[in-house]
């Protein structure tokens, strides 16, 4: 019996199944006018691309409020992506054959793992998975520069030899690989972080490159500029950050802190914004005397959790220094414009604290309590 055309997966690898067989000779006049060759296909599937919208609305939702997967339309979305990876070969000159309906006739193998019934993650769905994504998407555009400039090469190679070189195939075919991980990842067919990686026998990404990619794509996604990071992951415990606080009241300076009760799930977030300084017409608001100025932090807190975690109106400090030596303020805490306590309920809600303070202090340490799930500690910024 003859060995099978692709190997068998190992029992670690991620539940993505993408491989080409490799072609011992090509045609050299497909190759010379796949530009022409492969337009009816490109046409088709930017028809199809409205049922993918379609497709992956309707698998959230069904994943958000069941957490499962239909196996309708699992079967519909992963037959789909499967045209497009033997499109996307053949346009990348990975193969000859072209692209039809019928998987068993192309060498070019798409296999996703039934979603898994009842356990997908509610929270992860969308929102939390884009965030997660972004720098793998940011990687893959430089990736598919890459390929382009491989096929341009190729394209010559094949037309003088016959061949595509066996190098430049496996980084084609490793690129694919990644971006449909990447695309049953985000359609929700299963939970398991990519990797950052090409081969076929890498197995899901570790919770920490998963943690410091929601760091990344949180800030990237929200905007923010001159990041300085602190990932706590361990459950409980202080955390401390040191601060540009010129460049807090600039706006470019956030600091996210994850927290995690579990290390493969980071459950709530807590992303220092800004500072406001002085907040002035905050201070008439307040009828503040000449006196005295008052400064305003600003966070985004993101809860991923089932219940509503309280924000209580004493969680925010900050420690100045004036004239009579160092003193500690209590801030004014609100959630989403209520004055706390009161609960993060959504899944990203802006806290402020506002704190009254001499005119001439210099504020030299923030600290706040976040409404940990599982409790923790308190988070520190240093000011410099």
Known sequence: MPPPLFPARPAESY??????????????????????????????VWVLTYFFYAAFAAGWTTVFWR????????????????????????????????????PEQSPVTLEFDPPPSGQLSRWRVLVWKFFLLIPHFFVLFFLQIAVGVVTFLAWFAILFTGRYPRG????????????FRVAGYFASFNDRFPPFA???????????????CGVLGLVLGGGCTGLV??????????????????????????????????????????????????????????????TARVVVFEWRMANFTSDGREMSPTAAKLDYRDSDGDHTATGLITVAGRLAPADILALTAHVRAAF??????????????????TGGGTVTYRFR
């Open 356 to 373: 009254t303070i001499p005119k001439e202090a210099t504020p030299t340490e923030l600290r706040i309590s976040p409404p940990w799930p």
């Open 67 to 102: 957490r499962k997967y239909p196996a309708w339309l699992f079967a519909g979305l992963s037959g789909a992506l499967g045209f497009t990876a033997r499109l996307g070969a053949y346009g990348n000159l990975l193969t000859d054959r072209y692209p039809s309906f019928d």
């Open 198 to 212: 090409l081969s076929a026998e890498a197995g899901p990404g570790a919770p920490s490159s998963a943690v410091i």
């Open 15 to 44: 539940p993505v199944l993408f491989d080409v067989a490799y072609p011992e000779r090509l045609s050299r006049w497909k190759t010379l006018l796949r530009l022409v060759l492969v337009i009816p296909a490109y046409l088709f």
């Open 168 to 179: 430049l195939f496996g980084f084609v075919t490793g690129v694919m690989r990644w971006q």
């Open 229 to 290: 990071v602190t990932v706590a992951i361990l459950a409980g415990g202080d955390d401390t950050a040191d601060v540009d606080y010129q460049a807090l009241i600039r706006g470019n300076a956030a600091v996210p802190v994850f927290y995690s009760g579990f290390r493969s799930d980071p459950t709530f977030i807590v992303a220092l914004e800004r500072a406001i300084d002085p907040a002035t017409d905050l201070a008439k608001a307040l009828e503040t005397p000449a």
